[in-house]
C-alpha cells in the first residue's frame, strides 16, 4: 500500500529554519508526486510545495516560494522540505501526500500523520 510518514517538525524563531522529511512507503517516487501541504487553526489545507514524479520538477505556493524548497532522495525513498527564514504565518500542521504534480489537495489520496510547525519568538 501507498504510505507516506512526515516528520521534523518543532519551535522555531522567526527567520530560522527547519527541515522536514517525508518517508514513501510501498511505491516508488519515479511513479507518484509528493506535495507538502499545511492546515492552520480555522483555514483550509493549502498546499505549498511538489515534486513531480518524472523528473523532479517542483512547485511552490506563492507564500513559500523563494523561502521554502522541495527536495528527493530517491535512494532513501524521502522527500524533505527545507523551511528557511520562517514566519509566524508560516504556523501550521504540516502534511506530506502522494498524488499528482499539484498543489491542490484533492490530487492526494495518500496523506501521513502530518507535524506541528510553531514559529514564534
Known amino acids: 500500500q501507498v504510505q507516506v510518514e512526515e516528520s521534523g517538525g518543532g519551535l522555531v524563531q522567526p527567520g530560522g529554519s527547519l527541515r522536514l522529511s517525508c518517508v514513501a512507503s510501498g511505491f516508488s517516487l519515479d511513479i507518484y508526486g509528493i506535495g507538502w501541504f499545511r492546515q492552520a487553526p480555522g483555514m483550509e489545507r493549502e498546499g505549498v510545495a511538489c515534486?513531480?514524479?518524472?523528473?523532479?520538477?517542483?512547485i511552490y505556493s506563492d507564500a513559500v516560494k523563494g523561502r521554502f524548497t522541495i527536495t528527493r532522495d530517491k535512494a532513501k525513498n524521502t522527500v524533505y522540505l527545507q523551511m528557511n527564514n520562517l514566519k509566524p504565518e508560516d504556523t501550521a500542521i504540516y502534511y506530506c501526500?502522494?498524488?499528482?504534480?499539484?498543489?491542490?489537495?484533492?490530487?492526494?489520496?495518500?496523506w501521513g500523520q502530518g507535524t506541528q510547525v510553531t514559529v514564534s519568538s
Open positions: 515534486i513531480k514524479s518524472t523528473d523532479g520538477s517542483t
Open positions: 501526500a502522494a498524488g499528482w504534480y499539484t498543489l491542490s489537495p484533492v490530487g492526494f489520496d495518500s
